[in-house]
C-alpha cells in the first residue's frame, strides 16, 4: 500500500510528471460546486452561462487547479510538499454533458493534465524542484497553464 | 472607469472567517476531484503515515461555520467588491487564475481562521474592451496561531 518514494537526485530538468487524465462530466461539476461551495450558477445554468458570454456551463477553474494539484501530489509521494502552486485560467473547458444514468462516460477522457521540471536546487536544507504544469484539452490546447515548486526527500544522508 | 465605490476597496481586509476541516468535508472534496489518495480516505493508513492523521488536499481549508452569502467561501469583502463592479458596469466575471504558498499541512479537526484582503483592482484594455483586474489575499492561520497557507486570487470583470 506504501508509495514509491520521488528522491530529487532522480529528476532532472526536462523530466516529465506522469500525466493524469480526468473525464470532465456535468455530474462532476455538481460534485464540484457541493464540495467546494461555488454556486456560480456559470457552471450548471445554460440561459446564464450564455449571457455571461460562455456559451454554455464551463468547467469551474479551481477544479482544474485541483486536478492540477492532484497531479503533482501523486508524483511527489507522501513524503513530499507542494510548496508552491500557481495557475491561470487562459481558455475555457467544458464539461461531456450527461445524456444517461448508465453511459460509460468514464471511460472518455476530456483532459489531460501534464507537467515537466524546469528547475531544481536546494535552499535552507531543502531540495526543492520547479515545474511547469498544465491542462490540456481535447485538441491540445493548453488552457490550463502553471507552476510548481515541491520539496522532495534526498537520498544524501543526515536527511529526514 | 473605476468608480470610487470600487476603489476604496483597495487595502480592505474582510473580517475574519472561520473554518472547520471536517473530514467528511475533505472526502467530499476529493471525491469530487476524483483523488483517492489514502491519506485523505484511509484513516489507518494516514495514522501510520508521516502526517499522522487524515490530512486535506493542499487548497482545501475547510467549510465556514456560518455564511451570509449564497456563496459559503466569498469572504464579505468580496461579495461586496462584487457588487460594486456590477454597479460600476461590469456585470461579467470570470477566475482569473490562483497562487498559493503551501507553509504546513492542514489536518482534519483543524480550525482555521481566514483573513482576505482585496490587495489591488487596475483596469487592462482588451480587444473586448475594459477589464478590471482584481487581486484578493487570503491568509489561512490554524488554531495553534501557526501560518499553513497564503492564497492570491485574480478576479476578471468586464
Known sequence: MRRKVLYWEDVEIGTE?????????????????????????LHYEFTFAESQGVGRPIVHGQLKRAWLVQMLTDWIGEEGFLRKFSCQFRTMDYPIMMKSLTEPVEEKVSHWCKGKVTNKG?????????????????????????KATVIIKTKEPNHE | M?????????GKSGQPMILEVERGAIRKFADAVGDKNPLYWDDEYARNSRYGSI??????FGWPVKWDSPMPFLPAIRDELIMALINAGYPRIVDGGIEFEFCQPVRFGDTLVAVAKISDIYTRESKGG???ISVTETSYTNQHGTLVALACQTLINR
Open chain 1, 17 to 41: 510528471i506522469p500525466s493524469l487524465s480526468k473525464t470532465a462530466t456535468s455530474q462532476m461539476l455538481v460534485k464540484w460546486a457541493g464540495a467546494s461551495g461555488d454556486f456560480n450558477p
Open chain 2, 130 to 132: 475594459t477589464l478590471v
Open chain 2, 2 to 10: 473605476l468608480t470610487e465605490e470600487v476603489t476604496k476597496l483597495i
Open chain 1, 122 to 146: 536546494v535552499e535552507n536544507d531543502e531540495h526543492f524542484v520547479e515545474c511547469e504544469v498544465w491542462v490540456e484539452n481535447e485538441k491540445g490546447e493548453k488552457t490550463t497553464p502553471g
Open chain 2, 55 to 60: 490530512i486535506a488536499p493542499p487548497g482545501f
